[in-house]
T-cell receptor, first 113, second 118 residues
Framework: AQSVTQLGSHVSVSEGALVLLRCNYS??????LFWYVQYPNQGLQLLLK??????LVKGINGFEAEFKKSETSFHLTKPSAHMSDAAEYFC???????????FGTGTRLLVSP | EAGVAQSPRYKIIEKRQSVAFWCNPI?????LYWYQQILGQGPKLLIQ????????DSQLPKDRFSAERLKGVDSTLKIQPAKLEDSAVYLC????????????????FGPGTRLTVL
């Protein structure tokens, strides 16, 4: 079975500061890993995904994540936060392609001026 | 390309009433998913269709929830009767599934239907 743990339900940063959102996963098979963003009253939008290959994955809006098998982690980073990055971020795992996503509980990113 | 469409966007009902949600996936997407997102939690899969067939409904409360996918395109999710704990956002997603190794397996989400049960 697959599961995801997101450390910190809320993360606050100042505009221009580094963003680090943590995600650890558990999977009995090589995982597919995803980060989604959700703005208020909207659906989820894919930021980036890891399936196979290069462990450093670049996504939209300047975000990237690194798959570390030894640490079972897939943390999301962005060098410099913008006000528009304020949203809820979800890490998700699936066991195979086209199977259900198992989501973490989400981390709300707050960006202050 | 049009995204996943859902309606209604908001619904308020009283407990024990019935409610239905509609989803129109992205054109050509064979796989359709319904997720339930309770406030403060991540989405949880209720049911997954591939074309007309059900792939996974292990977490669907079948005593009150039902879903169908008409002709492998649109889908409806019904709750009858509703309970207070069904208050949540119901998200529909779709993905283009082919056996091409280069095929994307991204799930695209609709805006969701926010259900409030009083």
């Amino acid at each position: 079975a697959q599961s995801v743990t997101q450390l910190g339900s809320h993360v606050s940063v100042s505009e221009g500061a580094l963003v680090l959102l943590r995600c650890n996963y558990s999977s009995s098979v090589p995982p597919y890993l995803f980060w989604y963003v959700q703005y208020p009253n909207q659906g989820l939008q894919l930021l980036l995904k890891y399936t196979t290959g290069a462990t450093l994955v670049k996504g939209i809006n300047g975000f990237e994540a690194e798959f570390k098998k030894s640490e079972t982690s897939f943390h999301l980073t962005k060098p410099s936060a913008h006000m528009s990055d304020a949203a809820e971020y979800f890490c998700a795992v699936s066991a195979q392609r086209f199977q259900k996503l198992v989501f973490g509980t989400g981390t709300r990113l707050l960006v202050s001026p | 390309e049009a995204g996943v469409a859902q309606s209604p966007r908001y619904k308020i009902i009283e407990k024990r009433q019935s409610v239905a949600f509609w989803c129109n996936p992205i054109s050509g997407h064979a796989t359709l998913y319904w997720y339930q997102q309770i406030l403060g939690q991540g989405p949880k899969l209720l049911i997954q269709f591939q074309n007309n067939g059900v792939v996974d409904d292990s977490q669907l409360p079948k005593d009150r929830f039902s879903a169908e996918r008409l002709k492998g395109v649109d889908s409806t999710l019904k709750i009858q009767p509703a309970k207070l704990e069904d208050s949540a956002v119901y998200l529909c997603a779709s993905s283009l599934e082919t056996r091409d190794r280069f095929s994307t397996d991204t799930q695209y989400f609709g805006p969701g239907t926010r259900l409030t049960v009083l």
